[in-house]
């Protein structure tokens, strides 16, 4: 996750580095225009000034008379012959003309050729600027794409995330509130007696509620003693027969009228002996 918002907020950072980098180009341009202008105006005005200066000394020199200066002997200007009488033959006027349309000829084709080679250029510097600003429009429209992916991505793991964990604790609730409601009882005899069957009611007769708790604690505590024998009994077999079968075992508790232990219970010899000690406690009190 750290990784994912770190990457979207590196492509964040490019597209507003990007952004500024422009807006600097731009304020530059408009700099370097405006100082341009500027010095064009200064250079016309220092134009102006000095051609006014120039006007006004011209002013004052035209209003002034030149004095004639005589030239020297020897230097007077001689007028040159400019025609020349030149006879040419026919061949010679015709490959002289040839050669000129030639050499006409040769500047036009090179001139062609110039400008083509120059459109050319200018056609694959406009294909490599175009190539390069739509390689840099996927570059970025990839970059937003992986960013969008990954913010897809992040937001369907947070939610499954919180389902999981919405799932877990919905889980342990319920598995809290049927622990509670599971109790740990054994089937209730309906034949079973309370404390007040241990007397008869002939020994009951004449006897106050203490006479008659006492006599209570006395039988009980005979049957306890008498059930504390038959499970230590029950120890002795178990420890030393521990390897008997379960039909063996059943027999044996038959014969000392006990229900058979469960199978579960039986694997444990304390768990086998808690549960033949409650069952002795209920035949005694029956």
Known sequence: MKTTLLFIGMNSNAVCVLRQLNERLARRRAEREKKKAEEEEARRQEEEEESKKKA??????????KPDIPLPPGFAMKREKT???VEVNPEKQKEIVSSLLREHTNAGMKFERERARQEEMSRARKERKKTRIEKK??????????????????AQQNKEERERQITMVRERITRVRYERTMTMR??????ALGFES???EEEKMGLSEEERMKRIAAKWKRSSRMRSDECQQ???YVVQDHEYS???RSRYLCSLRIQPIPSRAACSVQA?????????????VA
């Open 272 to 284: 086998t002996i808690c549960v033949v000690t409650q069952r002795f406690s209920r035949r005694s």
């Open 137 to 154: 429009q996927e570059e970025v429209a990839t970059i937003l794409g992986l960013g969008e992916r990954q913010k897809t991505f992040v």
């Open 198 to 200: 241990l007397l008869t």
């Open 246 to 248: 379960s039909l063996l």
């Open 83 to 85: 025609v020349i009488d």
């Open 186 to 191: 054994e089937p209730k005899d309906e034949k």
């Open 234 to 236: 029950l120890q002795r």
């Open 56 to 65: 006004a000394e011209d002013a004052k020199r035209g209003g002034e008379p």
